[in-house]
Every structure is written in C-alpha cells, then in structure tokens.
C-alpha cells in the first residue's frame, strides 16, 4: 500500500473525529481494522491522525496566515494534513504537498496545492511566526488549561508540561512474570530494553507478540506506583473498585503470586469484555470480575459477600491530564467544570467503597490526574470527613520531571 492510502486513513479518521465526537483510539482503531494497510503505512496513519490532534492550534494558526478568507471545515482538514506534514513530520515536501493534494476532492485539488505551496516558500517565516505565540498556539491546548496550569505550577513547569504532552510516547510494558521472568523475556524478545531502575518494566517498540503470548501487558510506569503502594499480599482478599482495562488487576495478582482474591469492578460491561479478555490472557487466576457503577446506592451481593477486605485501590475515573500524551484528544473533551464535577464523583466513590474495608485495612485511592481538585482536595475532603481514614501518605508525579506519565497516589489506613 502506498502513503497515499495512510493519508487517506488518516483525512477520515479527522473528519469521523470531529463530526461525532467519539475517542481519538477508537476511531483509528475501526478506520484500521477496515483499512488493508502494511504495518508501515498504519504506523504513518496513526502518525499522522495523532500528530494533527496534538497540533491543531498551531496548525489552523498557520492556515490564518496562509489564508485570510473563510475556511471551510474539510479543507480545513486538508490543509491540517498537508501542513503538518510540512512543518511538524518528517515527510519530503513534494511528497506533503503533491500526495495531499491527491486525497483532495477534485474542486479542492487548485486551492490545496497553492496554499500548501505557499506554506512550503514561507516556511522560515511561519515558523518564525509561531515561535512568538503564546503556549495555547505554540503547543495546542486550550487556554483554560494554560491558565490554571500557571497558577498551580508557574509558566516555566506549564511550558514543560506542554512540550511534553505533544512529544510521541514510547511503548511500555510490564512483564508478566506470572508467565516469564525478565531474564527468558529478554531472551525471548530482543528488540526489548531495559528501563533505569524499574526492574519488571521493559521499553517494547513492538509488543504484538509478547502481548499475544501474555507475556507482559502494556502500561506506563506510573501505573505501578497505585498498586506498589497497596502492597498486596498472597492470600489476602483486594477489591479493584475501578479495575478495567486490568492492567493494575494483573499487577496485583503478580504480587499475590497469583493466591488469594482481588474482586475487580467496573461499570462499563465492555469495558470489563476487555478486563476478562486480558486476565485470561495473562494467566490471573484469583479475579472475581463484578459489573457495578459506584455511584448507585445498592452494592451486588457479589461483591458484599466478599467483604470485609484487606486492601482496598480505587484508581478513580479522572480528567486525564496527566496522560495527555498517550490520550490525544482529551485536551479538546475538557471544559473549565469537570475537575469539580469529578471531585464529586471521585468522593462518592470512596464514600461507598469505605465499609468494605476493614479495621486496620489499606486504601490506595489514585488518579491519572494532575489538577488539585481531584487529588489533593479529594484527600483533604476525605481527611475533613471520614474520621476513620488516616493518611499515611500521598505524591503526584509531574511527567516532565519523573519521566513517565502524570499520577497521583494517596494511601489510608482505616483505623480500627
């Protein structure tokens, strides 16, 4: 297949993405899964589709210089592609130029070619230009965002902050020694390396294989921190209030050496298709997997049954800020409200979770948030509130400073 066919992925993949408001993975993902592409060209899809995501402030800035009449929204979309891959990618002018304009309709074909053109005489200029923009079109987030970032972290961490979440992340994986030690996985699969100081993680470029196998499951590192902290161990009985896709769950039955019970919830039955899919596939024996939305008033006989628990981990539903690299589109899905409305949510949860837990038990309530609402002032509301809960420590992790993705992490005791 040619890049062509990449282009054209990627252009509809725009266009599905912005007509119908679905998540940025699960439209590729379909657009893919349909397309008879070579591993390369949908790696150049994917590259492109979520490049112009990371990027679409600075882009339609550049259009605005390169046009000063209306824009309408599918050359819009055109001229993203053609642009990015002239200012942002690695991809030779005439092929930017010249394989764009082909993807156009055929009324567009003139006007993509001249201002695409245009664009490639004036790049030094535009460039220039762009440079001298404030951080919300230099590096493509919403304003609302850049302001309170600001406020909390200071402009040098915001701008850091930025920069990173537009950087392409790498594929990390943890190994599932459930299945394999490292020392066999690394035998096995040699394009893996190692990562400094985190013994059971590997940087993976192509996991396909080892995930197939249940060899190691995709995740970044922070995603370790939560259970880490938990300190699950074998035959104790865990609840996962907020378990799917697993990867936490996997990780949790790894330190139980696969012994005991973690009863792993969600509230999204296919969400928890994908959470039993995986289990299986990574060998987790001990995990009871329960249907259940926190915020209902009725807990499942399922799950009460089960209790008292020893160790408890909500990882909550956040704004994701902390992941934005990973998760491209969610910069645009956010507005100035959801933090406190997620506040509410996060402390319902933990409000219902609580008698479950008993006397002396550990709660590890997590977040891949980076926003105060969520994390620090849910554990102060929590403090103020719950007199049975002692902290014993918290930490947010920002992503330019530790290396891998924003988290946060809180861990009670219940006293007895």
Not at 88 to 105: D, F, G, M, R, S
Not at 220 to 227: E, G, K, P, Q
């Amino acid at each position: 297949m040619t890049e062509t066919s990449a282009r054209r992925v990627a252009l509809a993949a725009l266009k599905t993405w912005r007509k119908k408001g679905k998540f940025a993975d699960t439209v590729i993902s379909h657009l893919l899964s349909t397309a008879a592409l070579e591993s390369a060209d949908r790696a150049f899809a994917v590259e492109l589709f979520y490049g112009i995501l990371r990027n679409l402030t600075l882009l339609d800035f550049w259009i605005r210089e390169l046009r000063s009449a209306r824009v309408e929204v599918d050359l819009r979309d055109l001229l993203r592609l053609g642009l990015y891959q002239l200012f942002l990618a690695k991809t030779p002018e005439h092929a930017a130029v010249n394989e764009t304009v082909a993807v156009a309709a055929k009324q567009k074909r003139a006007i993509v070619n001249g201002i695409l053109r245009s664009a490639a005489r004036q790049r030094q200029k535009l460039r220039e230009k762009a440079y001298s923009q404030p951080l919300d079109v230099r590096f493509s987030h919403p304003k609302f965002l850049i302001d309170r970032w600001t406020d909390q972290f200071g402009e040098k961490a915001t701008e850091d902050l930025c920069e990173w979440n537009n950087l392409p992340p790498p594929i990390y994986a943890r190994i599932n020694q459930l299945k394999v030690d490292r020392k066999k996985f690394l035998e096995r699969y040699p394009d893996a390396f190692s990562v400094p100081d985190v013994s059971n993680f590997v940087e993976l470029p192509s996991p396909a294989e080892a995930l197939n196998q249940g060899d190691c499951y995709v995740q970044d590192l922070s995603t370790a921190i939560a259970c880490e902290w938990l300190q699950p161990k074998p035959a104790e009985k865990i609840l996962e209030a907020c378990a799917a896709p697993g990867g936490k769950t996997g990780y949790l039955a790894e330190m139980m050496k696969n012994n005991g019970l973690i009863v792993a919830c969600d509230r999204d039955p296919e969400r928890l298709k994908t959470l039993e899919e995986n289990l299986r596939r990574l060998g987790v024996a001990i995990a009871k997997i329960v249907c259940h939305d926190w915020t209902q008033d009725q807990i499942p006989n399922a799950i009460r049954s089960e209790a008292p628990f020893d160790r408890i981990l909500i990882d909550a539903p956040c704004s994701n800020t902390g992941v934005m690299r990973r998760r491209v589109d969610v910069r645009w899905r956010l507005r100035p409200s959801d933090f406190a409305r997620m506040r509410v949510r996060q402390i319902e949860i933990v409000s219902r979770v609580l008698p479950l837990l008993k006397q002396n038990g550990t709660l590890v309530y997590s977040t891949c948030s980076l926003e105060r609402e969520e994390n620090e002032e849910v554990v102060w509301r929590l403090a103020e509130t719950m007199s049975i809960l002692r902290l014993e420590e918290e930490r947010r992790s920002m992503p330019f400073r530790e290396y891998f993705d924003g988290a946060f992490a809180a861990r009670f005791r219940r006293r007895a």
